[in-house]
């Protein structure tokens, strides 16, 4: 027998017990005599005493040449510690080792396996069986598992069923790049992974099957940004006869229940904001509610008085800093140098420092007296004490830059609160999105979202403003500024649906040879539908309080898409090539 017990299970309960444990050697402490080996496993971590005194001189020089990482078999008594740790669950016994047996040496490890490692992130990543030792990560990992488990339970009670759909399938576009697999015996032909299992669900609607879900792999190539995975994990969901509302309803409760699950946090009913009120009070479609610094639009009150970039501007919009009218100017150069750089590229920042005794000082004040600058602070509600910024130029732009400092100054200022937790649905989205490169339309959500009933014949007039106007039922769930659900009511009539892709720029050929099945299913009886999709990863993540995915996967890919263990993806055989009848390139011979 490899164990009796777990190495995080003995209390004083146990002392005089003969036991056995197994497994991993944090560290040693040799005191001469005596010698401590931290001995560890999933379940946490016991103390071995090995005393020269009371054991053999044999055993005793064995431990001496355990280092760290060594997985070990020990049997031996528990008895009572003589200085207890408090911080360890079996902190009060130690175990008096009488055999030893290493079942396995291991090398030097390259990073600390503790609590806290040493190790930068290619590293943990190359050795990640390592780094899958150390607590967070087991800690996340089991956190997956039952937040995967606790999803399952609640949308079974909810009569969902969970249906697998295939990893080979023929391109869905969600606004991606597919990554394709070559088909061996269709020479020149060639599956896609899906971005979502999107028409497939839409087809389980057509077939009957009601609710459906999955907790699936999507699979995405897109230029990785630090928290993006080319392959993520979502929970998938499908209704038929629904509306928004119940979509809603059905998904706020699947949240209260995880979050009451998990984390034994009862969340009370989720606000709703419109996409553009979202934007005009945020900047952004993903805003952050655990704290205010909400925009206020100036154009009325700042521009025509001279100063040139604001009368120039589309938008003159600015944001409230409580209580921070006393920074220095070496930090408002550090916030305006902030504002300047190309990842947030606003041209200038405009500051007002509403001082104690009710006066102003602006760095604009060659243009503006204080009767315009109280004005401002009127407008923004500001009180003695604040600091205001202003930025201005075009509105799209102008708003990202914004909402980009509103969140830095929220972090700054630390309003950003760990275990404070702040859902909103976002309803309304825009049905298009002009892609300014490109010079055309996307779908904002997917090519399968219903426009509004209302917007439904304005679809096809053409004009750019009209457009840009049009409104879908789609909505996203927002939690702390992340966007950890998004979903729409879809479009299930061919007609419907053909004008949709001809308004994405599809011709009706393209429209048939790309989704010829689904406008086919829609002529045989398609119920209304509508579903959503949660990002797994996300949803560990934020409910952790943690930014990045990174950690709450098992095996992840580097910012290059590598996966640095396996060290992956890499060259494939000639032969193999052939086989797949891909041309070998000079360079791979
Ligand atoms: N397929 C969509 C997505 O992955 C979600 C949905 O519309 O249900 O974003």
């Given at each position: 027998m490899y164990r009796t017990h777990q190495c995080g299970e003995l209390r004083a309960e146990h002392i005089g017990q003969t036991v056995t444990l197994s497994g991993w050697v944090q560290r040693s402490r040799d005191q001469g005599f005596m010698m401590f080996v931290d001995l560890r496993d999933r379940y946490g971590i016991t103390q071995l005493l090995f005393s020269e005194e009371k054991t053999s001189a044999e055993l005793f020089s064995q431990a001496r040449t355990l280092s760290r990482e060594f997985v070990i078999r020990v049997s031996g008594t528990v008895i009572e510690r003589v200085s207890k740790n408090k911080?360890?669950?079996?902190?009060d016994i130690e175990v008096e080792v009488k055999t030893l047996e290493i079942l396995s040496a291991a090398e030097l490890p390259p990073f600390t396996i503790e609590e806290e490692t040493d190790g930068g992130d290619d590293l943990r990543m190359k050795y990640r069986y390592l780094d899958l030792r150390r607590g967070p990560l087991q800690r996340n990992l089991i956190f997956r598992s039952k937040l995967a488990l606790a999803t399952r339970s609640y949308l079974d009670s909810q009569s969902f069923i969970e249906v697998e759909t295939p990893f080979l399938i023929k391109s869905t576009p969600e606004g991606a790049r597919d990554f394709v697999v070559p088909s061996r015996m269709n020479p020149g032909q060639f599956y896609a992974l899906p971005q979502s299992p999107q028409t497939f669900k839409q087809i389980l609607m057509v077939g009957g099957l009601d609710r459906y879900f999955q907790i699936v792999k999507c699979f995405r190539d897109e230029d990785?940004?630090?928290?993006?995975?080319p392959e993520f994990t979502q929970i998938d969901c499908e209704m038929a006869f629904v509306t928004q509302e119940e979509i809603i309803q059905t998904f706020e409760g699947l949240t209260k229940h995880l979050f009451k699950a998990m984390l034994g946090l009862e969340l009370s009913e989720f606000p709703r904001m419109y996409y553009d009120e979202a934007m005009r009070r945020f900047?952004?479609?993903?805003?952050?509610?655990?704290?205010g610094m909400e925009f206020t639009e100036l154009n009325a009150v700042a521009?025509?008085?001279?100063?040139k970039v604001f009368d120039s501007a589309e938008l003159v919009v600015g944001i409230c800093v409580p209580g921070q009218a006393g920074y220095s100017r070496k930090q408002l150069d550090g916030v305006t140098d902030w504002v300047k750089r190309p990842q947030v590229g606003a041209k200038g920042l405009v500051y007002v420092k509403c001082n104690e005794d009710g006066s102003f000082k602006s760095s604009v004040d060659k243009f503006f007296g204080q009767e315009d600058l109280k004005a401002w602070a009127d407008a923004m509600g500001a009180k003695a004490g604040d600091l205001l910024f202003v930025l201005s130029g075009e509105t799209d732009k102008t708003r990202k830059q914004l909402n980009e400092l509103r969140l830095e100054m929220g972090r700054r200022l630390g309003l950003?609160?760990?275990g404070d937790f702040k859902p909103l649905w976002v309803v309304d989205f825009p049905l298009l999105e002009w892609d300014e490169e490109a010079e055309r339309f996307h779908a904002m959500h997917h090519p399968f979202t219903a426009p509004k009933k209302e917007d439904v014949e304005r679809m096809l007039t053409g004009d750019h403003e009209t457009m840009k106007a049009l409104r879908a039922d789609a909505y996203d769930l927002v939690i702390n500024g992340s966007e950890i659900g998004g979903g729409s009511i879809r479009i299930f009539d061919r007609a419907l649906q053909e004008r949709n892709f001809k308004l994405l720029g599809f011709t009706p050929e393209e429209a048939e040879a790309q989704f010829g099945f689904l406008l086919g299913a829609f002529e045989f009886g398609a119920p209304p539908h509508g579903g959503i999709a949660f990002g797994f990863d996300r949803l560990c993540a934020v409910m952790n309080g943690q930014s990045s995915i990174r950690d709450f996967i098992a095996f992840p890919k580097n910012n290059q898409g590598r996966d640095m263990m396996i060290d992956a993806p890499s060259p494939i055989a000639g032969e193999q090539l052939g086989e797949l009848n891909l041309e070998v390139t000079a360079e791979e011979v």
């Amino acid at each position: 027998m490899y164990r009796t017990h777990q190495c995080g299970e003995l209390r004083a309960e146990h002392i005089g017990q003969t036991v056995t444990l197994s497994g991993w050697v944090q560290r040693s402490r040799d005191q001469g005599f005596m010698m401590f080996v931290d001995l560890r496993d999933r379940y946490g971590i016991t103390q071995l005493l090995f005393s020269e005194e009371k054991t053999s001189a044999e055993l005793f020089s064995q431990a001496r040449t355990l280092s760290r990482e060594f997985v070990i078999r020990v049997s031996g008594t528990v008895i009572e510690r003589v200085s207890k740790n408090k911080d360890l669950p079996t902190g009060d016994i130690e175990v008096e080792v009488k055999t030893l047996e290493i079942l396995s040496a291991a090398e030097l490890p390259p990073f600390t396996i503790e609590e806290e490692t040493d190790g930068g992130d290619d590293l943990r990543m190359k050795y990640r069986y390592l780094d899958l030792r150390r607590g967070p990560l087991q800690r996340n990992l089991i956190f997956r598992s039952k937040l995967a488990l606790a999803t399952r339970s609640y949308l079974d009670s909810q009569s969902f069923i969970e249906v697998e759909t295939p990893f080979l399938i023929k391109s869905t576009p969600e606004g991606a790049r597919d990554f394709v697999v070559p088909s061996r015996m269709n020479p020149g032909q060639f599956y896609a992974l899906p971005q979502s299992p999107q028409t497939f669900k839409q087809i389980l609607m057509v077939g009957g099957l009601d609710r459906y879900f999955q907790i699936v792999k999507c699979f995405r190539d897109e230029d990785l940004r630090a928290d993006r995975q080319p392959e993520f994990t979502q929970i998938d969901c499908e209704m038929a006869f629904v509306t928004q509302e119940e979509i809603i309803q059905t998904f706020e409760g699947l949240t209260k229940h995880l979050f009451k699950a998990m984390l034994g946090l009862e969340l009370s009913e989720f606000p709703r904001m419109y996409y553009d009120e979202a934007m005009r009070r945020f900047g952004s479609d993903k805003p952050d509610m655990r704290f205010g610094m909400e925009f206020t639009e100036l154009n009325a009150v700042a521009q025509g008085k001279g100063f040139k970039v604001f009368d120039s501007a589309e938008l003159v919009v600015g944001i409230c800093v409580p209580g921070q009218a006393g920074y220095s100017r070496k930090q408002l150069d550090g916030v305006t140098d902030w504002v300047k750089r190309p990842q947030v590229g606003a041209k200038g920042l405009v500051y007002v420092k509403c001082n104690e005794d009710g006066s102003f000082k602006s760095s604009v004040d060659k243009f503006f007296g204080q009767e315009d600058l109280k004005a401002w602070a009127d407008a923004m509600g500001a009180k003695a004490g604040d600091l205001l910024f202003v930025l201005s130029g075009e509105t799209d732009k102008t708003r990202k830059q914004l909402n980009e400092l509103r969140l830095e100054m929220g972090r700054r200022l630390g309003l950003m609160k760990a275990g404070d937790f702040k859902p909103l649905w976002v309803v309304d989205f825009p049905l298009l999105e002009w892609d300014e490169e490109a010079e055309r339309f996307h779908a904002m959500h997917h090519p399968f979202t219903a426009p509004k009933k209302e917007d439904v014949e304005r679809m096809l007039t053409g004009d750019h403003e009209t457009m840009k106007a049009l409104r879908a039922d789609a909505y996203d769930l927002v939690i702390n500024g992340s966007e950890i659900g998004g979903g729409s009511i879809r479009i299930f009539d061919r007609a419907l649906q053909e004008r949709n892709f001809k308004l994405l720029g599809f011709t009706p050929e393209e429209a048939e040879a790309q989704f010829g099945f689904l406008l086919g299913a829609f002529e045989f009886g398609a119920p209304p539908h509508g579903g959503i999709a949660f990002g797994f990863d996300r949803l560990c993540a934020v409910m952790n309080g943690q930014s990045s995915i990174r950690d709450f996967i098992a095996f992840p890919k580097n910012n290059q898409g590598r996966d640095m263990m396996i060290d992956a993806p890499s060259p494939i055989a000639g032969e193999q090539l052939g086989e797949l009848n891909l041309e070998v390139t000079a360079e791979e011979v």
